[in-house]
Protein backbone atom coordinates (compact mmCIF):
# COMPACT_ATOMS: atom_id res chain seq x y z
CA UNK A 1 0.00 0.00 0.00
CA UNK A 2 1.49 3.35 -1.24
CA UNK A 3 0.25 6.66 -0.26
CA UNK A 4 0.71 9.57 -2.59
CA UNK A 5 -0.14 13.20 -1.66
CA UNK A 6 -1.76 15.32 -4.55
CA UNK A 7 -1.38 19.67 -3.97
CA UNK A 8 -3.00 22.52 -5.72
CA UNK A 9 -2.09 25.72 -5.18
CA UNK A 10 -4.38 28.33 -4.11
CA UNK A 11 -4.83 30.20 -7.60
CA UNK A 12 -6.35 26.93 -8.96
CA UNK A 13 -8.65 26.29 -6.28
CA UNK A 14 -9.78 30.09 -6.94
CA UNK A 15 -10.30 29.42 -10.61
CA UNK A 16 -12.51 26.26 -9.54
CA UNK A 17 -14.52 27.96 -7.01
CA UNK A 18 -15.16 31.10 -9.39
CA UNK A 19 -16.64 28.45 -12.14
CA UNK A 20 -19.25 26.92 -9.56
CA UNK A 21 -20.07 30.78 -8.76
CA UNK A 22 -20.67 31.73 -11.96
CA UNK A 23 -23.59 29.13 -12.04
CA UNK A 24 -23.42 28.80 -15.93
CA UNK A 25 -22.74 32.72 -16.90
CA UNK A 26 -19.83 33.52 -19.42
CA UNK A 27 -15.92 32.49 -18.32
CA UNK A 28 -15.66 36.17 -18.93
CA UNK A 29 -18.12 37.68 -16.90
CA UNK A 30 -17.73 40.16 -13.87
CA UNK A 31 -20.45 39.01 -11.92
CA UNK A 32 -23.34 36.43 -11.66
CA UNK A 33 -27.44 36.72 -11.42
CA UNK A 34 -28.95 34.41 -8.83
CA UNK A 35 -32.52 33.86 -8.15
CA UNK A 36 -34.36 31.88 -5.80
CA UNK A 37 -37.81 32.48 -4.80
CA UNK A 38 -38.39 35.65 -6.45
CA UNK A 39 -35.12 36.96 -5.02
CA UNK A 40 -32.37 37.69 -7.11
CA UNK A 41 -28.46 38.08 -5.54
CA UNK A 42 -25.61 39.58 -7.67
CA UNK A 43 -22.35 37.63 -6.83
CA UNK A 44 -19.22 39.91 -7.95
CA UNK A 45 -17.22 36.85 -9.39
CA UNK A 46 -14.06 39.59 -9.93
CA UNK A 47 -13.81 40.20 -6.14
CA UNK A 48 -13.65 36.38 -4.68
CA UNK A 49 -10.79 35.71 -2.72
CA UNK A 50 -9.18 32.52 -1.47
CA UNK A 51 -6.16 32.19 1.18
CA UNK A 52 -5.24 28.93 2.42
CA UNK A 53 -3.64 28.96 5.67
CA UNK A 54 -2.23 26.24 8.13
CA UNK A 55 -5.72 24.13 8.20
CA UNK A 56 -7.57 27.03 7.17
CA UNK A 57 -9.31 27.93 3.69
CA UNK A 58 -11.09 31.23 3.77
CA UNK A 59 -13.37 32.42 0.52
CA UNK A 60 -13.91 36.65 0.51
CA UNK A 61 -16.85 37.11 -1.63
CA UNK A 62 -18.68 40.83 -2.24
CA UNK A 63 -22.14 40.12 -3.09
CA UNK A 64 -25.50 42.35 -3.11
CA UNK A 65 -28.89 42.42 -3.25
CA UNK A 66 -31.51 45.51 -3.38
CA UNK A 67 -32.08 45.99 0.40
CA UNK A 68 -28.65 45.05 1.78
CA UNK A 69 -26.37 46.86 -1.22
CA UNK A 70 -22.91 45.20 -1.68
CA UNK A 71 -21.54 43.63 1.15
CA UNK A 72 -18.42 41.17 2.02
CA UNK A 73 -19.14 37.54 2.92
CA UNK A 74 -16.10 35.53 4.32
CA UNK A 75 -16.69 31.47 3.87
CA UNK A 76 -14.33 29.68 6.47
CA UNK A 77 -13.41 26.21 6.19
CA UNK A 78 -11.66 24.22 8.36
CA UNK A 79 -9.59 21.40 6.42
CA UNK A 80 -7.24 20.85 9.19
CA UNK A 81 -3.21 21.03 8.73
CA UNK A 82 -0.91 18.00 8.66
CA UNK A 83 -1.47 15.69 11.74
CA UNK A 84 -4.43 17.83 13.32
CA UNK A 85 -7.61 17.38 11.83
CA UNK A 86 -6.53 16.27 8.72
CA UNK A 87 -8.99 13.48 8.13
CA UNK A 88 -11.83 13.64 5.21
CA UNK A 89 -14.50 16.33 7.44
CA UNK A 90 -14.26 19.20 7.44
CA UNK A 91 -16.12 22.86 9.43
CA UNK A 92 -17.50 25.87 8.11
CA UNK A 93 -18.98 28.95 8.96
CA UNK A 94 -19.48 32.41 7.72
CA UNK A 95 -18.45 35.45 8.88
CA UNK A 96 -19.97 38.83 8.38
CA UNK A 97 -18.96 42.14 9.87
CA UNK A 98 -22.15 44.12 9.31
CA UNK A 99 -26.01 43.34 10.59
CA UNK A 100 -27.01 43.74 6.57
CA UNK A 101 -24.35 41.51 5.00
CA UNK A 102 -25.51 39.20 8.51
CA UNK A 103 -28.96 39.41 6.52
CA UNK A 104 -27.62 38.33 3.74
CA UNK A 105 -25.38 35.30 4.95
CA UNK A 106 -28.91 34.30 6.59
CA UNK A 107 -30.95 34.72 2.97
CA UNK A 108 -28.01 33.18 0.83
CA UNK A 109 -25.31 32.05 2.83
CA UNK A 110 -26.16 28.44 2.92
CA UNK A 111 -26.42 28.26 -1.05
CA UNK A 112 -23.26 30.15 -1.32
CA UNK A 113 -21.44 27.78 1.19
CA UNK A 114 -22.72 24.55 -0.89
CA UNK A 115 -21.48 25.66 -4.28
CA UNK A 116 -17.87 26.90 -2.79
CA UNK A 117 -17.95 23.33 -1.11
CA UNK A 118 -18.32 21.58 -4.36
CA UNK A 119 -15.97 23.64 -5.77
CA UNK A 120 -13.26 22.39 -3.33
CA UNK A 121 -14.85 18.57 -3.97
CA UNK A 122 -14.26 18.99 -7.40
CA UNK A 123 -10.85 19.45 -6.85
CA UNK A 124 -10.53 16.01 -4.72
CA UNK A 125 -11.91 14.70 -7.82
CA UNK A 126 -9.47 15.59 -10.08
CA UNK A 127 -6.62 14.76 -7.71
CA UNK A 128 -8.82 11.09 -7.75
CA UNK A 129 -8.66 11.38 -11.39
CA UNK A 130 -4.62 12.40 -12.15
CA UNK A 131 -3.65 9.89 -9.56
CA UNK A 132 -5.89 7.16 -11.28
CA UNK A 133 -4.32 8.21 -14.70
CA UNK A 134 -0.46 8.03 -12.79
CA UNK A 135 -1.69 4.59 -11.18
CA UNK A 136 -3.66 2.63 -13.42
CA UNK A 137 -5.20 -0.70 -12.78
CA UNK A 138 -4.59 0.16 -8.76
CA UNK A 139 -7.43 0.72 -5.68
CA UNK A 140 -7.47 4.07 -4.88
CA UNK A 141 -9.08 5.87 -1.63
CA UNK A 142 -8.98 9.29 -0.56
CA UNK A 143 -7.69 9.03 3.16
CA UNK A 144 -8.18 12.79 3.89
CA UNK A 145 -7.49 16.22 2.84
CA UNK A 146 -5.82 19.03 4.40
CA UNK A 147 -4.50 22.98 3.36
CA UNK A 148 -1.31 24.79 4.46
CA UNK A 149 1.98 26.57 2.49
CA UNK A 150 -1.16 28.15 -0.07
CA UNK A 151 -2.28 24.63 -1.19
CA UNK A 152 -5.17 22.57 -0.80
CA UNK A 153 -3.14 18.60 -0.20
CA UNK A 154 -5.33 15.30 -0.61
CA UNK A 155 -3.57 12.23 0.28
CA UNK A 156 -4.68 9.21 -1.64
CA UNK A 157 -3.82 5.31 -0.58
CA UNK A 158 -3.17 3.21 -3.78
CA UNK A 159 -3.38 -0.44 -3.60
CA UNK A 160 -2.49 -3.34 -5.22
CA UNK A 161 -1.17 -3.19 -9.45
CA UNK A 162 2.54 -3.01 -10.31
Given amino acids: MAV ?3 STPSAELTQRLAFRLRAGAPSNARSALWQRDGQLLLVHLTTLRVSVKD ?3 LADLFVETE ?3 RRLLQFVFFLGSDGEGDGSQAGATIHT ?3 EAAQLAQLWGSELQRVLWDGVLDVLEGCLALAERRLPGRSL ?3 GFSCGSDQLHVDIEAEGGA
Fill in 67 to 69: PTG
Fill in 141 to 143: NIL
Fill in 97 to 99: DSR
Fill in 55 to 57: GWL
Fill in 4 to 6: ARW
